[in-house]
Structures are given as structure tokens and as C-alpha cells.
């Protein structure tokens, strides 16, 4: 019997030249089912193990990403303040697979397209 392919993003890739290990996760897609709370239901894990990755547009910056708690909000404006930015906003949904290479509810901080400022929760 042939082993399963596995299919490796560019964070994986990133993952393995570091030497750090760690374990791929698959379930089916469903935009009904990109929250983080339905990732750590699947998962059978709690909800604060799982992060949320958001893309979004600075002012000064281009594009900035936020890592955080599944089970929190992003402050916009905390964001802008830390990033240096003025004014902060969402990245168009339309844009985030072009922009990142990820799709929504699949978008890793880690290798994206470009290194693009990055900030992660202090909890992570």
C-alpha cells in the first residue's frame, strides 16, 4: 500500500530547515468551519490552544499580521499603535490568498509569500 503524500506548506518547509517538530493536522474545509473554535473542537483540544492568524492593511506599513488567542478579539487600534501606524484595517477576504498564499481559515503566520510585519500576542 502507498503512503499518504503529504502536502507541506511553506510554514512546515520553514519548520523542518529550523529542525523544530512538530505535527500536521488535517480536516476537511468548510467556510461554514474556519473559526478557532470549531479548529479546536476537531482537534480535541481546549479553545486557548488555538491561535487565529489576522491580515490586515496599515497605513504606513502595508501589510501587518496579528497572531492571537482564538478566544480573543483583535484590537485594531492596539495593533496600529505597536505596528507603528496610524490607521489599521482588515484585508479585503477577496485578497488574502493572493496576498498570503493561505486560504481563510488556513492562513499561517508563518511563510507567507513575503515576510510581512508580524506581531504576536504576548501569550504565544
Known sequence: MKAKKIHKTNACRILDKAKIS???YEFP???DHVDA???AKELGIPNESIYKTIVTIGDKTGVTIACLPGTEELNLKALAKASGN???EMLPMKE???TTG???GGCSPIGM???YPTFL????
Not at 121 to 124: F, G, I, K, Q, V
Request: proline share 0%; no cysteine; glycine share 0%.
Open 22 to 24: 512538530y505535527e500536521i
Open 96 to 98: 488574502l490568498e493572493e
Open 37 to 39: 473554535k470549531t479548529v
Open 113 to 115: 509569500k513575503k515576510n
Open 86 to 88: 496610524k490607521k489599521i
Open 121 to 124: 500576542a504576548s501569550e504565544a
Open 102 to 104: 493561505y486560504i481563510r
Open 29 to 31: 474545509w468548510s467556510e
